[in-house]
């Protein structure tokens, strides 16, 4: 009996590695998707009469024709363009090697743009097409020209409020058609970046670097590594390995839901002081419509204070309530009150800048001054404070160290180790299974303390899941909203590609349902794929609570199973009264909404 046993053929689905793809020992690849909003720049750009100029339409066929960035023998084997499962202009790259399938869709707005022609109006353009598709894809890649790329970011950055999703904007020096370019590898790397990390943030991701979005500005027009971060190190390195510096990643820390707010002030702008710089010059830039200005000054943000024309009309602009925010013209360093030429401006009225870049300070300005429903006063105050990220803001009380925490100390002297990089290594090591176990008994202590030493409560543990699928499983709703007021990301997939709110509904905790999608948890298409079964299985057994917390996380109950009948069907033929009631009542209330439409 035992060599019949062995004998028994494997299924024929699963002898092939095609498809199922059972590589990383028996697990299936988690499929992300990631959309690639394509605006234009070099990357796409051809030669033509008048010199480099955008092509519409041609950058989804060269893709396709680069096996490093399109996998075709899984596309047609996956059968990626059949039954509008993906729309048209769907790519899937190699499997990565954390056993993902980047599956991404490009979508090329019109007309593609040189940056350098970008507007406001294209900001707000990208910005919709985000919120359009947020709930779809799992990351965003940005496709944009180099020239006017950390003005865009900044904007972005500010733009999207409460953003638990990563946008990377990418582009390059040369373009993806010609021989020799940057081009692949920025999108390769975008791609990897979006889709395998939840780093909530408006990046940017140029010469093997990711950066924070609002910390960049282009400092070479000639070579591959264009961009820099003065102020702010790299989020995350793309060597031998892609390394996230998780502790410099900024999170939204809310349990407010990702929208974006498009309607920017334009009556902003950029004065740069410089030695004899006329005051008839500044006061014609000042003013009206003029609202908000950025003024470029020297050093740790000095003017001349000796003289008096110049001071009197920038004090007569803020006096009109013109807002002025005091920028450096280094590259590297903060505004701070050091010089009395300094001190001179902060007395009419200039607003320090801290160490923002130009680009970031005028985003701030244009986003702020939008905001109507606030007072000159609360605009102000609101310019002073970090709001992504886009200035160091230096810690005030005492700040728990490292070397501070007993625990490490312990462990660490019990190995003998002392130095810093050692000591990070081991609480990396140590923080995912003690986070993850705090979260287990609901210990808010514990997990405070591990926040405290610098610990990541958006960490994974040996199976990819956070301390939030955790506490969403459990059902401990204080601890959820601990966890996402700390910056946790409803976003993150464990190895079996399932969300924190795939486990709230797994054991049906109503409330954290209820609280994730408040913060803008939806589950993913992978999780939503083939659901009807499912549905229609809890519907036999008159199971309404379950079919209940499938529809509080948004699930469609219409979906047949896999002999084509719905839930109410099913209900209809079992004759389960209560569910029927349920089903019926949630088709009434889903015709009304539709008709309210
Ligand atoms: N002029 C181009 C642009 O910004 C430069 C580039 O992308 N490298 O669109």
């Not at 109507?372 to 007072?375: G, R, V």
């Given at each position: 009996l035992g060599r019949a046993l062995s004998c028994t053929p494997r299924p024929a689905c699963l002898q092939r590695s095609g498809s199922l793809e059972l590589g990383g020992g028996c697990r299936a690849p988690v499929r992300v998707r990631v959309l690639v909003i394509n605006t234009g720049g070099t990357i796409g750009m051809v030669e033509e009469k008048e010199g480099l100029a955008p092509e519409a339409n041609k950058l989804v066929k060269a893709l396709k024709k680069m096996p490093m960035l399109h996998d075709e023998v899984y596309a047609k084997e996956t059968k990626l363009y059949d039954f509008h499962r993906f729309p048209d202009n769907t790519l899937v790259l190699p499997l990565s090697e954390q056993n993902k399938r980047i599956v991404y869709t490009i979508l090329e707005l019109s007309p593609l743009l040189d940056s350098s022609n970008m507007t406001t109006d294209d900001w707000a353009k990208i910005a919709r097409n985000i919120e359009k598709y947020y709930e779809q894809y799992d990351g965003f890649v940005i496709l944009h020209g180099t020239d006017t790329m950390a003005y865009t970011a900044s904007a972005l950055s500010f733009m999207c409020e409460n953003l638990g999703k990563t946008i990377v904007l990418t582009g390059s020096q040369v373009p993806i058609y010609e021989l020799r370019n940057d081009g692949r590898a920025n999108l390769l790397g975008a791609l990897l970046i979006a889709g395998q990390f939840v780093i909530p943030e408006v990046c940017l991701y140029f010469y093997h670097k990711l950066y924070r979005g609002n910390r960049v500005t282009k400092v070479d027009a000639g070579s591959f590594n264009a961009f820099s971060s003065p102020n702010l190190s790299p989020l995350a390195n793309a060597e031998v390995d892609i390394t996230i510096n998780w502790e410099t990643v900024w999170r939204a820390n809310t349990t407010k839901k990702f929208k974006v707010h498009?309607?920017?002030?334009?009556n902003v702008g950029l004065l740069r002081i410089f030695p004899g710089i006329n005051a008839a010059t500044v006061k014609a830039f000042l003013h009206a419509p003029m609202e908000g200005i950025v003024l470029e000054t020297y050093g740790t943000g000095n003017a001349p204070n000796n003289r008096e024309d110049l001071l009197e009309e920038l004090r007569k602009a803020t006096e009109r309530k013109v807002v002025i925010l005091n920028c450096t013209q280094c590259l590297r360093g903060s505004v701070a009150a050091v010089y009395a030429t300094g001190q001179t401006l902060t007395a009419v009225g200039v607003i320090p800048g801290g160490d923002m870049t130009p680009e970031a300070a005028l985003a701030k300005l244009s986003y702020t001054l939008s905001k109507?429903?606030?007072?000159w006063e609360e605009k102000k105050e609101m310019l002073s404070e970090n709001l992504r990220g886009e200035m160091t803001v230096v810690p005030t009380g005492a700040k728990i160290s490292l070397t501070d925490s007993k625990f490490i100390q312990v462990i660490a002297k019990s190995l003998s180790v002392s130095c810093k990089e050692e000591l990070e290594a081991i609480r990396d090591a140590l923080i995912p299974s003690l986070a993850c176990a705090a979260a287990k008994t609901g210990d808010i202590d514990a997990l405070k303390a591990i926040g405290e030493m610098g610990g990541n409560l958006s960490c994974e543990d040996y199976d990819g899941r956070t301390p939030l699928h955790i506490a969403s499983s459990e059902g401990n709703l204080q601890l959820v909203e601990y966890l996402l007021k700390y910056g946790a990301t409803v976003y993150a997939k464990d190895m079996f590609g399932a969300t924190p709110l795939k486990y709230a509904v797994k054991f049906r905790h109503v409330e954290v349902i209820q609280l994730l999608r408040e913060t803008g948890a939806h589950l993913s298409s992978q999780e939503l794929e083939n659901i009807g079964t499912e549905l229609c299985s809890l519907a036999a057994n008159g199971d309404v609570e379950g079919l209940y917390a499938w529809h509080l996380a948004g699930a469609s109950l219409e979906q047949a199973g896999y002999d084509g009948r719905t839930p109410l069907q099913i209900a209809e033929a079992t004759g389960h009264v209560e569910l029927l009631d349920f089903l019926n009542q949630l088709k009434i209330k889903m015709v009304m909404e539709t008709f309210l439409e």
């Open positions: 498009t309607n920017m002030n334009r109507s429903h606030l007072s």
